[in-house]
């Protein structure tokens, strides 16, 4: 799957990183809590996540994330639009919620993070 496949399944608005949307998806991470991000992503991953703020921009920076879906209808601010251009990370914005958004992409064929999704 890659992240133009993402977006429609999502239904969601490009904010910024079109030229991206190419991107093979592996797994995708659902979290608003960072410190998760950090623990559990691998390389390849997508968050989705109702944060919409800098730390978001900074964790992907620094795990590698392929791309980043805020739910719920959320916008990153022009802050966060400029990082993200500036990072090469696509961020999208979806108004299905957190649970919504990751169970649609789940029955899609995207597996999770964790070592259980990875056994099956």
Same mark, same amino acid.
């Given at each position: 799957?890659?992240?133009?496949?993402? *977006?429609?399944?999502?239904?969601?608005?490009?904010? +910024?990183?079109?030229?991206?949307?190419?991107?093979? +998806? =592996?797994?995708?991470?659902?979290?608003?809590?960072?410190?998760?991000?950090?623990?559990?992503?691998? &390389?390849?991953?997508?968050? &989705?996540? @109702?944060?919409?703020?800098?730390?978001?921009?900074?964790?992907?920076?620094?795990?590698?994330? &392929?791309?980043?879906?805020?739910? *719920? @209808?959320?916008?990153?601010?022009?802050?966060?639009?400029?990082?993200?251009?500036?990072?090469?990370?696509?961020?999208?914005?979806?108004?299905?919620?957190?649970? =919504?958004?990751? @169970?649609?992409?789940?029955?899609?064929?995207? *597996?999770? &993070?964790? *070592?259980?999704? =990875?056994?099956?």
């Amino acid at each position: 799957m890659n992240l133009n496949d993402v *977006r429609k399944l999502l239904d969601a608005k490009i904010c +910024v990183g079109e030229e991206y949307l190419g991107r093979q +998806v =592996e797994t995708c991470c659902g979290s608003d809590l960072m410190s998760d991000v950090l623990a559990f992503t691998k &390389c390849k991953t997508l968050l &989705c996540t @109702g944060l919409a703020n800098m730390q978001v921009i900074r964790t992907a920076d620094m795990t590698d994330l &392929c791309g980043v879906i805020l739910v *719920r @209808g959320k916008l990153p601010g022009e802050d966060m639009l400029k990082e993200a251009s500036q990072n090469k990370l696509p961020i999208m914005s979806t108004e299905y919620t957190l649970f =919504e958004a990751c @169970g649609i992409l789940y029955s899609n064929g995207l *597996r999770g &993070c964790s *070592r259980k999704a =990875e056994e099956q």
